[in-house]
């Protein structure tokens, strides 16, 4: 029979995939991509992709930008996708 060790190691595995497993689901499974695709398809919507993506911003900056793009001049996104949104926008025009 297998020690405790194993045994705490094996369901501290599966625990693990599980939650990458639903992670990945709940995102879409296709994660930078989702993001890259809202802010493509959101954001084009209204100006030029070209606006922001000239731009260079910390996550604080980006958040109060898409979050004035929702609340302020109507852009239809779910606070789940701002998010999605912002973290795309760090990533490729956040701060080096």
């Known amino acids: 029979?297998?020690?405790?060790r194993v045994?705490?190691?094996?369901?501290?595995c599966v625990f693990l995939l599980a939650g990458s497993a639903y992670a990945?689901?709940?995102?879409?499974?296709?994660g930078e991509d989702r993001g890259k695709a809202?802010?493509?398809g959101k954001c084009s919507d209204c100006h030029a992709l070209s606006r922001p993506l000239n731009k260079t911003k910390d996550?604080?900056?980006w958040t109060a930008t898409v979050?004035?793009?929702q609340k302020v001049n109507?852009?239809?996104?779910?606070?789940?996708e701002a998010v999605e949104i912002v973290n795309y926008l760090?990533?490729?025009?956040?701060?080096?």
């Open 74 to 80: 109507g852009c239809r996104i779910t606070d789940a």
């Open 38 to 40: 809202l802010f493509e």
């Open 90 to 96: 760090v990533k490729v025009r956040g701060p080096k």
């Open 59 to 61: 996550r604080d900056g």
């Open 24 to 30: 990945q689901k709940e995102s879409g499974g296709q």
């Open 7 to 12: 045994i705490i190691a094996l369901f501290t």
């Open 67 to 69: 979050t004035r793009m």
């Open 1 to 4: 029979m297998p020690g405790k």
